[in-house]
């Protein structure tokens, strides 16, 4: 590109600056910019609502917050956590890294790109402000359950209006991924040689548009019952409650691997660069990612084993469920697989990637107990839930995305971030993650209930411990943002390559890379 | 030079462009016919 069209580039494309450079960007770098700060914005409301959880639970009887807004903090943590921090942080290092990693100068719709990211702040905004409103904020839980949650008052329709927002956002989100790789890869790159963090977004967009339209459905349905004197899930009526459990879980059953198999793909592309080896079984990733997400589709019922449901369901359920075992102990297989005799070095992503593979693991294994039947009538609704889910979210899709915020935060910025303080950051979070969720494995074998802000003073030892595993493991987050934002400032310069082991188009690009990746094609042999 | 071309069309050529937009349509329909199927097909004895 001559020199005269490269700065005419600059002057037109950065045309509007400050604030609204911001609002109306079309530029997958911007917008993949502003998903990680809003993802990590929630991620500390999200955070502060666990924490006021944390206090609550710190000691037996009633402390801070009366029951009904406890209710409401488990349910908004879920929420915000959900929809807010980890969904639009993946969807943030899709944005930055997908073009790059295909060859492309852009996502292919640049304009809903930006619609999609800018319904986000409006979504949370409505949600969070029903903290303020009669009734308070919704209480009945993130799965919003009905009957249950027409109890909520005034926020009812804030609540499911917000859902809605975020399912559009999410739809189009997916559509323009889809688009972009299906339509934009450079010559040569064919669809087995993409990267696999690129082959798990597919499958995760694909996901998206198949399920949130059934969260999207079941929310209506929850507003037509309410508002215009339908009765899908109301018993009088002639409907039936325990649909609505059907129809949710038939979007929530995917949503977990919506929020897992892009964390499948940025474990795959930073434990070949630091073991210097190609990753082991590509096509056999690729084929397990697949398996992963059609069986995500036919384990929902794993949700409601206790609901009263035929013999013949419950077994279905059951094994289908313990059938994700396999493709998912697939891959665990490929990332050790490529660790082995590899020349391997411990930075700060690779840290990050190692503790994602043995947490999230252990988080699997209690999947598989919960996964069976007749012993899950011992753990349902109890701690061990809570502790299952945590370890395979934040240990899991939440150290995925540290890792992978490590791992190109040089090629964003073009500086190293501070290697020792990452390595403190990850220590930090790994000691207290532990010490926070592990005894509640504990609690719930014990026969703690979730959601409730007081216990039996049997409860009361663990209960402190993860409270104060809780308190730290927040503090340690604060590291990361100082991290980040020494990083983003300047620091040591970085080069195209970044990282010794790394192979990909995104690393032949320098660092920062051009306002448009890919302005002519790169060929890919 | 100023120019009044999106920022998308300087980068996506025609061909693309066409495809891009068969996509997002086939794609959007689907989303709304599980959305609509999802719906329809719990209505029954709900009068
Ligand atoms: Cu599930």
């Given at each position: 590109m001559s020199h005269s069209h490269a700065a005419h580039d600059e002057h037109h494309d950065r045309a509007p600056s400050g604030l609204m450079r911001w609002v109306t960007t079309t530029n997958h770098k911007d917008i993949g910019t502003l998903y990680l700060s809003f993802s990590l914005l929630m991620f500390f409301v999200g955070g502060t609502m666990a924490m006021v959880i944390r206090a609550e639970l710190f000691q037996p009887g009633l402390q801070f917050v009366d029951p009904q807004f406890f209710n409401s903090m488990t349910t908004i943590h879920a929420l915000v956590m959900i929809f807010g921090a980890v969904m639009p942080g993946f969807v943030g290092l899709a944005n930055w890294m997908v073009p790059m990693m295909i060859g492309a100068p852009d996502m292919a719709l640049p304009r809903m790109n930006n619609w999609s990211f800018w319904l986000l702040p409006f979504a949370f905004i409505l949600l969070l402000s029903t903290f303020f409103m009669p009734g308070g904020a919704p209480a009945g839980g993130w799965t919003m359950y009905a009957p249950l949650v027409m109890q909520t008052g005034d926020a009812f329709p804030f609540l499911i209006f917000a859902v809605h927002i975020l399912g559009i956002s999410s739809i189009m989100g997916a559509i323009n991924i889809i688009a972009t790789v299906f339509n934009m890869r450079a010559p040569g790159m064919t669809f087995?040689?993409?990267?696999?963090?690129?082959?798990?977004?597919?499958?995760t967009a694909f996901l998206l548009i198949a399920s949130m339209p059934v969260l999207a459905g079941a929310v209506t349905m929850l507003l037509?019952?309410?508002?215009?004197?339908?009765?899908?899930?109301?018993?009088?009526g002639g409907g039936d409650p325990v649909m609505?459990?059907?129809?949710?879980?038939?979007?929530?059953?995917?949503?977990?691997?919506?929020?897992?198999?892009?964390?499948?793909?940025v474990v795959s592309a930073i434990v070949p660069t630091f073991a210097r080896k190609p990753l082991f079984g590509y096509s056999s990733m690729v084929y397990a990612t697949a398996s992963i997400a059609f069986l995500s589709f036919i384990v929902w019922a794993h949700h409601m084993f206790t609901?009263?449901?035929?013999?013949?369901?419950?077994?279905?359920?059951?094994?289908?469920?313990?059938?994700?075992?396999?493709?998912?102990?697939?891959?665990?297989?490929?990332?050790?697989?490529?660790?082995?005799?590899?020349?391997?070095?411990?930075?700060?992503?690779?840290?990050?990637?190692?503790g994602f593979i043995v947490m999230f693991t252990i988080g699997g294994f209690s999947?598989?107990?919960?996964?069976?039947?007749?012993?899950?009538?011992?753990?349902?609704?109890?701690?061990?839930?809570?502790?299952?889910?945590?370890?395979?979210?934040?240990?899991?899709?939440?150290?995925?995305?540290?890792?992978a915020v490590y791992?190109?935060?040089?090629?964003?910025?073009?500086?190293?971030?501070?290697?020792?303080?990452?390595?403190?950051?990850?220590?930090?979070?790994?000691?207290?993650?532990?010490?926070?969720?592990?005894?509640?494995?504990?609690?719930?074998?014990?026969?703690?209930?979730?959601?409730?802000?007081?216990?039996?003073?049997?409860?009361?030892?663990?209960?402190?411990?993860?409270?104060?595993?809780?308190?730290?493991?927040?503090?340690?987050?604060?590291?990361?943002?100082y991290i980040v934002i020494r990083c983003v400032r300047g620091g040591q310069k970085a080069t195209a390559q970044v990282w010794e082991g790394a192979h990909g188009l995104e690393w032949t690009l320098p660092s920062p890379p051009p306002y448009h990746s890919f302005t002519t094609p790169p060929v890919v042999k | 030079m100023p120019t009044t071309i999106p920022e998308s069309r300087q980068t996506v050529t025609a061909d693309a462009s066409r495809r891009n937009f068969r996509t997002v349509l086939v794609l959007g329909l689907i989303a709304l016919a599980v959305y609509l199927g999802f719906i329809a097909m719990h209505f029954h004895g709900n009068g």
């Open positions: 087995m040689k993409l990267p696999l963090f690129v082959w798990t977004w597919i499958i037509t019952d309410r508002f215009f004197g339908t009765s899908f899930f109301s018993a009088a609505y459990q059907h129809i949710f879980w038939f979007f929530g059953h995917p949503e977990v691997y919506i929020m897992i198999l892009p964390a499948f793909g609901v009263g449901m035929p013999l013949a369901g419950e077994l279905f359920f059951m094994y289908t469920t313990v059938l994700i075992a396999v493709p998912t102990g697939v891959k665990i297989f490929n990332w050790v697989a490529t660790m082995w005799k590899g020349s391997m070095t411990f930075e700060t992503p690779m840290l990050f990637a190692l999947g598989l107990m919960l996964g069976v039947t007749p012993a899950d009538f011992q753990y349902h609704d109890t701690y061990f839930v809570v502790a299952h889910f945590h370890y395979v979210l934040v240990t899991g899709a939440v150290y995925s995305i540290m890792a791992f190109w935060l040089p090629k964003w910025t073009g500086h190293m971030y501070d290697e020792k303080l990452g390595k403190l950051h990850f220590w930090l979070s790994t000691i207290f993650v532990n010490v926070l969720f592990f005894p509640q494995h504990f609690l719930g074998l014990a026969g703690m209930p979730r959601r409730i802000p007081d216990y039996n003073v049997q409860f009361a030892d663990w209960n402190m411990v993860s409270s104060i595993g809780g308190f730290m493991f927040g503090l340690s987050q604060l590291l990361f943002v | -």
